[in-house]
């Protein structure tokens, strides 16, 4: 079966920095994309970034670019979101989705979802 498994979110003062991690199994996971969205209370998901299978990585909000990276260790069945200089505006449930056919903006094109890890940035 098919699974991916979100950690590394918490609670953070504004200015500080977390770490995503997540991790696959039961698919091939270096041949996938990993798309990493998230959904604060009351708002649609939106697309944060994805890190294709050659590793090339794109941003889809501007205020993310800069403080974010994304990044994954094939070895270890793991992709990783570096988050800094982390804003309340941040704060959300974060996912990370897997997609053998590339990137996009689009969580609808993912095939696997992890559970999502909550993030929360105080001000």
């Known amino acids: 079966e098919a699974q991916l498994v979100e950690s590394g979110g918490g609670l953070v003062q504004s200015g500080g920095s977390l770490r995503l991690s997540c991790t696959g199994s039961g698919f091939r996971f270096d041949n996938n994309a990993i798309g990493w969205f998230r959904q604060a209370p009351g708002k649609e998901r939106e697309g944060v970034g994805c890190?294709?299978?050659?590793?090339?990585?794109?941003y889809y909000i501007d205020s993310v670019k800069g403080r974010f990276t994304a990044s994954r260790d094939s070895a270890k069945n793991t992709a990783y979101l570096q988050m800094n200089r982390l804003k309340p505006e941040d704060t959300a449930v974060y996912y990370c989705?897997?997609?053998?056919?590339?990137?996009?903006?689009?969580?609808?094109?993912?095939?696997?979802w992890g559970q999502g890890t909550q993030v929360t940035v105080s001000s």
């Open positions: 890190i294709s299978r050659s590793d090339s990585v794109i």
């Open positions: 989705a897997a997609d053998w056919v590339g990137c996009g903006k689009n969580g609808e094109e993912y095939d696997y």
